[in-house]
C-alpha cells in the first residue's frame, strides 16, 4: 500500500520568512495530493491539493509543487504569519479508483517573533 | 449541524471495557471515514463508508474494532475488550464523494479523545 514519509516532523522559521516541508511517496499510481492543517485541539482542514496532472499550484501565499518522476511534493508558505502555526499534514491518494486518503506523519511549524 | 460532530469529546475507560464513539457527518456527504490520531502522529486510516456500506476496513487494526452506519449518516466506531494501546484521538471524517474527487474534500470533526487506563 501507499507509503506517505514527510520531512522535517519540526520547523522553526522567523515571522515573515518562507517554510517548505517535502513529502515523498511509495505508489506511483497516486495521484491526488492534499495538504492539511491541523490547530490544537482541532481536526485537520484542507489548505491546498494539487493533481498528478500539473506540477506546481498556488493560493495567495501557499504554493505547492510535485515532481511525479521523484515521487516528491512539497509545500511551500511565503511570508509567514504567526497564524502559520500549527501542525501541518502532506496526504496522497488514487482519486480515480475511490481509494482511501493516506496522511503523513506531520510537520509542527512555529513561526517565530 | 455545520459541520461534522463527534461524540464523546473525551472518554476515560479501564482495561477490557467496551467503547462506542459516534460521528455525525455533514448532511449529505456520502462517505464517512474513521482515523486514529496518536500523539505526534498523522491520521491513521481505519475505515471508510460509502453510503450504508464499508467500502474498505483494512485498516482496522484488529477484531476488536467495528463501524456500522446503518443509515447511511450517523456511523459508530465500536472498539471492544480496549487495550492501554487503543488510547488516542479518533477523528471522523465526511465528504461529498470518495478520496480525492473534485468534491472528495475531507472535513473533520475534532475528534474523540480515548484514554484506556
Known amino acids: 500500500g501507499e507509503n506517505v514519509e514527510q520531512h522535517p516532523s519540526t520547523l522553526s522559521v522567523q515571522e515573515g520568512d518562507s517554510a517548505v516541508i517535502k513529502c515523498t511517496y511509495s505508489?506511483?499510481?497516486?495521484?491526488?495530493f492534499p495538504w492539511y492543517k491541523q490547530e490544537l485541539g482541532k481536526g485537520p482542514q484542507l489548505i491546498i491539493d494539487?493533481?498528478?496532472?500539473?506540477g506546481e499550484k498556488k493560493d495567495q501565499r501557499i504554493a505547492v509543487t510535485l515532481n511525479k518522476t521523484a515521487k516528491h511534493f512539497s509545500l511551500h508558505i511565503t511570508e509567514t504569519q504567526p497564524e502559520d502555526s500549527a501542525v501541518y499534514f502532506c496526504?496522497?491518494?488514487?482519486?480515480?479508483?475511490?481509494?482511501?486518503?493516506?496522511f503523513g506523519k506531520g510537520t509542527r511549524l512555529h513561526i517565530l517573533p | 449541524g455545520a459541520g461534522v460532530s463527534q461524540t464523546p469529546s473525551n472518554k476515560v475507560t479501564e482495561k477490557g471495557k467496551y467503547v462506542e464513539l459516534r460521528c455525525d457527518p455533514i448532511?449529505?456527504?456520502?462517505?464517512l471515514y474513521w482515523y486514529r490520531q496518536s500523539l505526534g502522529q498523522g491520521p491513521e486510516f481505519l475505515i471508510y463508508?460509502?453510503?450504508?456500506?464499508?467500502?474498505?476496513d483494512s485498516g482496522l487494526p484488529n477484531d476488536r474494532f467495528f463501524a456500522v452506519r446503518p443509515e447511511g449518516s450517523v456511523s459508530t466506531l465500536k472498539i471492544q475488550r480496549t487495550e492501554r494501546g487503543d488510547s488516542a484521538v479518533y477523528l471522523c471524517?465526511?465528504?461529498?464523494?470518495?478520496?480525492?474527487?473534485?468534491?472528495?474534500?475531507?472535513?473533520f470533526g475534532e475528534g474523540s479523545r480515548l484514554t484506556v487506563l
Open positions: 471524517a465526511s465528504s461529498l464523494i470518495l478520496s480525492g474527487g473534485a468534491d472528495g474534500e475531507l472535513f
Open positions: 494539487i493533481r498528478s496532472n500539473v
Open positions: 448532511s449529505g456527504h456520502t462517505a
Open positions: 496526504a496522497a491518494s488514487k482519486e480515480d479508483r475511490d481509494d482511501k486518503i493516506i
Open positions: 463508508f460509502q453510503g450504508t456500506g464499508a467500502a474498505d
Open positions: 505508489d506511483s499510481a497516486s495521484n491526488y
